[in-house]
């Protein structure tokens, strides 16, 4: 799982936010997917868990200080 962005406010690029989480089901993973994106299985074990990930991208929102 990647969630990444670039916000723009008041017209401005701010500080971009990129992150990998682990997939909930290893199993579910496509060798199809593999070859597109190139991730291995044994790297996308070594990635975060989906929380934390999630925790991060809401600091780094609330960081803006803007809704």
């Keep these: ?10 017209g401005e690029i701010q500080s971009s936010f990129n ?3 682990k997939p909930n089901d290893f199993s579910a993973i ?3 997917a ?3 994106h190139g991730i291995s299985i ?3 074990q ?3 868990d989906q929380r ?5 991208f809401i600091t780094y ?3 803006f200080n803007t809704k």
């Design 19 to 21: 992150e990998f989480a």
């Design 52 to 56: 934390k990930m999630l925790d991060k």
């Design 30 to 32: 496509e060798q199809e």
């Design 46 to 48: 070594s990635f975060q």
């Design 61 to 63: 929102v609330k960081s």
């Design 1 to 10: 799982v990647q969630l990444a962005c670039i916000p723009v406010l008041n």
């Design 42 to 44: 044994e790297r996308m």
């Design 34 to 36: 593999i070859a597109v």
